[in-house]
């Protein structure tokens, strides 16, 4: 996405809904959807107006929907794409961490799993 693409996006409060229907779609098990949903989650924090993206991107509820399908993803992850998913999601997390520093990770519970994940070995399956 183009930089006034994410400019628009961030203008037409639509962050919310996206990160909304990732939660949905994992439950679903729409890996498309929570492709693209990742994708542009990601193309909007780092290319969008700076001076805007923390407003829309340090919700609670953001952050829980990311959160939420980052869960997802540890517990239900099978394929390769679904371990793609996750690393995306992490990646778009850290993305947003850069750009939104007071993004509420300690109050969702994302800072508690980090650490377990990323001392965790994967086990091939």
């Given at each position: 996405?183009?930089?006034?693409?994410?400019?628009?996006?961030?203008d037409?409060?639509?962050?919310e809904?996206?990160?909304?229907?990732?939660?949905?779609?994992?439950?679903?098990?729409n890996s498309?959807?929570?492709?693209?949903?990742?994708?542009?989650?990601?193309?909007?924090?780092?290319?969008?107006?700076?001076?805007?993206?923390?407003?829309?991107?340090?919700?609670?509820?953001?952050?829980?929907?990311?959160y939420?399908?980052?869960?997802?993803?540890?517990?239900?992850?099978?394929?390769?794409?679904?371990?793609?998913?996750?690393?995306?999601?992490?990646?778009?997390?850290?993305?947003?961490?850069?750009?939104?520093?007071?993004?509420?990770?300690?109050?969702?519970g994302?800072i508690?799993?980090?650490?377990?994940?990323?001392?965790?070995?994967?086990?091939?399956?």
């Amino acid at each position: 996405l183009s930089s006034s693409n994410c400019d628009c996006l961030l203008d037409m409060d639509i962050i919310e809904v996206i990160s909304k229907n990732m939660v949905g779609a994992c439950g679903s098990n729409n890996s498309k959807l929570l492709q693209l949903s990742v994708e542009v989650l990601w193309n909007v924090i780092e290319y969008g107006n700076p001076e805007k993206v923390p407003d829309k991107f340090e919700t609670s509820s953001v952050v829980r929907s990311l959160y939420s399908t980052f869960c997802h993803f540890i517990q239900k992850a099978k394929t390769k794409q679904d371990l793609q998913l996750r690393n995306d999601v992490m990646s778009v997390t850290q993305v947003l961490v850069s750009r939104c520093p007071s993004a509420p990770l300690l109050e969702c519970g994302f800072i508690k799993i980090l650490p377990l994940v990323a001392t965790n070995s994967e086990v091939k399956t």
